[in-house]
């Protein structure tokens, strides 16, 4: 009951649109089980279960540095990025992180037009399901650092919960 207010007054924060603009206490729980799921498949590099959780394309900003030749495009392939994410896996803090801290749920709409890796329905707007760790904590390297927070992101096509890309902030 207290998670379900937790949950209910986060989303709230967050502007889920939904019925009651809240993020359901069972879409909690399914996007947990999802990404436990995730979580594993990555930790066994099992690619069929990755596909099978994930979009073709995937957006992700953090892998690709943009070539001034052409256009940045942060779509890439799901199998682009896994072995972008398999060859920087043992030097990244993201991944230590995930092992060892608690993440959390935020629900966003920032796509209000469409993406190029998901068909969505006329005048409809994009939900994107985020979870969030704390990568650097502020003045973790020193006086005056910024922190850091890695987020993926999945979105629901139809009842299941699908990889959508992974970003940082800053």
Partial sequence: MILSILVSITC???GQESKNNQLHFMDTVELGNVWGRFKKALKYRDIHTLHELSLKTVRCDIFQVADINRDYNPFISLDTFLSQFFHAQPKLKLWSVMNTKKYFIRVEQ???????????KKGKQLVVYEIWYNTITPNEYGDGSEGMQNIFEFVKVGKNYKFFGLSSIP
């Fill in 12 to 14: 709230m924060v967050h």
């Fill in 110 to 120: 920032p796509y209000r037009f469409p993406q190029p890796n998901i068909k969505s």
